[in-house]
């Protein structure tokens, strides 16, 4: 695992993390290939998402911390879900197929229980988050989390 400061070893196992001391996005790869597998290609979507939400609010400078910060990572991986949702007849480079949604809220659900880390939020309040910045989009994210 890459050397960073405030990530320990056992944080980089079975999971994706965002390194801001090197501004680098990581995964334990066994974990990406097994969850993947056995959930859909979604699944990893989500997590990498919530690592570039938590990279993006490490460069905003976000004071948000452990709850209200993982639900903020969700919002905005729900704010990019909903730009990657299929609309009409559009082409589209890259968009979401049938089951996609099923696989975050299947990973949601069970993240924590793959991992063995106690969970930041609930996966309720992450699903509903996460649904939040699909519908809604960015501002609600910043309205319901009361962001600046």
Known sequence: YPTCDGVTPAQWKSNVVYCPSINLIAYDNDFAINLYSSYGDFS????LSNAWSDAVQTQLNSTLESENRALMNDCLTGVWTKDIIPIGSQSQPFAISPGDLD???TTALIIDDITGRPPAASAFDRINTFRNGV???LGECTKRLAVD
């Open 44 to 47: 990893i979507g989500y997590l």
């Open 135 to 137: 519908l809604d989009g």
């Open 103 to 105: 696989e975050v809220i």
